[in-house]
């Protein structure tokens, strides 16, 4: 309250004043309270001045009159001096330096000035010791000309009281107003007015000034002590007034004075935050304003907070600006922290693009080094699989022995009971082999689909071996029992969504169907049976652009279309297979990879083929139209070895236009191509001969298109061979104690039958050559002791040559396809000697074969029996099918064979006439053996051929049936199909079924 009430700058007593004057103005005029005011002010003023000459002597307070004016009383204090002197005299050091006015202020120039500054100095000590001591102050300008001089009277007089108090001891805590005694006399007050005025005023100022005071004190109690116009006021309102008046009229006087007091308290805050922004913005200047500079106390306290709140707002400017400094420099700090970092992460980025890259470049790496150990097995693999039983044959001894490592031993029988044949295959697998593991051998070639190779899938073996049930499955197909064209896709489909980030690739299918040298398109939906042609170097990169090409994103697409190319395909029921396909069906997949990062395109292409049975046309019972099926399927067969015997011998010309299926495989067998044939055997022991003739095919083409494994399969080969050999010798050594000369029954007709198949040759020249031949025919060795017709083959070509050649070797082995050897069992029967399968090549290849194979041999070494050779030719004379000839020109004829002509064919094999066979025979296996590789000059002779016998013959492919007699001969038919009489006589008579 104290702090509030010095920095007010105006008095409770002072607002109740001009309050009451406010509301009884008027009628206090009436009174002359002005006039009285005066009086009273004077009267004081008297008082004190009369005190303070008391105090300090009439001479020190020289300029204050006893009873001075105003003005005087103004101008003999304003010095200070003796306010000064006055107050150490009642505490003394109150003020410790009091300036005096100088004795001769003429010694002092400009004396005024100084003084007054001096003078300034006093009252100012003097007001803050007042202030200290806790007694009324005035301010330093009421000294001036305006100023308030009844404060000052105010001061003196409570100094006076206060010299009082002390003077009387000073007991107790002195209290201005209590210790004051009133300036103001009623006496002299009541003197100057009339009495019944002043009666009344008498009567109620007891009571009423203890209202009022009561009113004033609780405000401002010390200046109202003496406020002696003020009591007056009060009188005078009060005069007229009842006591019962006085509380509403104190009540409304109080609340009139709360109102105006906090209406000049606000204007005083109003005024006080103006003057305190103008210092703040003259501090913020750094001028310090003087006139702002407030001389009062409160002022300079409020000037000093102000002070203080702008120093320690500066420091916080300042400490804020250093806080701000400090942040600039973490952010600096932090901004060089980003920059490194990123800097270091760029480094880092740089290094994962240069790995990314370096990464790219291995997987290109990979890829080529996958390829190349693809390569390295070899472009051509083959794989093995039994069938097992099927239900209900569960009482069958399968021909299978035993399955180990890739090599699969057949039991053969042979005269001693039981022999075995063993064959040896990149993988075999056994009857009890899943659909899964069969296909894991195969999953990375669809890996090199996808990287733009091409491959070709095909399965190969005799009808109702099980190759729609390894390429497709079995009809109630599930996922486990899915097939290779099915796992394969989804493979794909695998393999691509893996390697989505680096490539995106396109998957579109075909699937045709080539029946009867006829191409099909399998993937038509309104059932239209065009013929589409086949086209290699068409523009699309397609092999049959005309047929569907249907874009496929997953295995149920694919699922689908198979489904509709299934129920498209031709199925013929056969006596063996009642879902015996008659045809070829190619599922042909079409792969378009783009490399993300290069852009590269990469196509591969894949064809899965299901061929067509090799079946035997006798057992198959079949005739008409399905015989013609069955040539057409095994003249396909035939030229799909021819290719795969010209690549093997990496031949200029490759015949892949002798059929449509090796013109629609052309782009996926040889070059960078890999191929993959399944090998389908039958476990069942009348499919023996097919058995061992689809094994032998399938070694053959193992052995001789693998790579890196050739060497390997090649010396055991060699190995073989050289036993053989060996034990011929031994034989030959043998037979050299048996006589001589052993008579030849049938060489007459032998000879006859020669010449004239000479005669009708054109190629007359070799004539000599088969003398040749003939004169060492009588030095043949029976066949039992031979064992084995390849031997001999082998041997002879290994004597001829002393460098030993495998491709040579390999040409002159049994040709592709293997065509069904007819009746073995019969064959078996009437030769009942010598390893069975080999028993059965060499009666069924004929004596020619051999008379010519051995004449080779024996001109080198002159040692054969005629024995031998009279049992050779005896066979050969009886025996002699039109498979095995098929065989052996399976890899010399085709290519000059109009294939197209289905007619042509039936006409050939109708023509024939046996003399011509038989020479046609001679001479292809002639040239066989004295050029190694099935010749060129075979073919290039033989292509001028007008005779149509000998065109006939050489174009005949496969079992047909009009050379297909049950003698096996191959007698010729005519044209009506009646048999011809045998040349000889000793060919049995017999007519196919
Ligand atoms: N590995 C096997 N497991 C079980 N059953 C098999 C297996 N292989 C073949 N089969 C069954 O044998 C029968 C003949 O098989 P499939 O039709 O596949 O022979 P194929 O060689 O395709 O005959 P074709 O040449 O006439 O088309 C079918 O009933 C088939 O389900």
Redesign the pocket.
Known sequence: MAAAEGALSFSAASVVEDVLLQQHGTRLRDVDVESRRAEEAASRRNDAAGWLRKMVGVVAARDLPAEPSEEEFRLGLRSGIILCNVLNKIQSGAVPKVVESPSDAALIPDGAALSAFQYFENVRNFLVAVQEMGLPTFEASDLEQGGKTSRIVNCVLALQSFADWKQTGGNGVWKFGGNVKPTISCKSFVRKNSEPFSNSLSRTSSMNEKSLNALTSGIDSNKMANSGSLSMLVRAILLDKKPEEIPALVESVLSKVVEEFEHRINNQFELKKSTTNDVAVSFGNKTLVKSTTSEKPEDKNMMLKQQQIFYQQQKDVQELKQALCTTKAGMQFMQMKVQEEFSSLSLHIYGLANAASGYHKVLEENRKLYNQVMDLKGNIRVYC?V??F?PGQSDLLSTVENIEDGIISITTPSKHGKGRRSFNFNKVFG?SATQAEVFSDTQPLIRSVLDGYNVCIFAY?Q???????TMTG?RQLTEQNQGVNYRALSDLFFLAEQRKDIFVYDVSVQMIEIYNEQVRDLLVSDGSNRRLEIRNSSQTGLSVPDASLVPVSSTFDVIDIMNLGHRNRAVGATAL?D???RSHSCLTVHVQGRDLTSGTILRGCMHLV?L??SERVDKSEVTGERLKEAQHINKSLSALGDVISSLAHKNPHVPYRNSKLTQLLQDSLGGQAKTLMFV?ISPEPDALGETISTLKFAERVATVELGAARVNKDSADVKDLKEQIASLKAALARKEEEPKHMPHPVSGSSERQRRKAAELSPFHSNLQHADAIRDQNSCRRPMGDVGNLEVFTNSALKHKKPSFDLDELLANSPPWPPVPVQSYRDEEKEVGSGEWVDKVMVNKEDGSQVENTLGCWSTNNGHLTDGFCQKYLQDSSKNFPEQTYSMFMGSNGFDHTNTDDVDELDAATSDSSEPDLLWQFNHAKLNGITNGIASKANRSTSKPRKNPDIRNLSSSVGPSPSRKSSNGVGLPLHQNGKQQPAIDGKRKPGNRK
Not at 463 to 469: C, D, I, V
């Open positions: 699989r069938r097992p099927m009857p073996g009808t109702g071996s099980g190759k729609t049930y079995p297979n879902r015996s396909s299901d067509a049975g389908h």
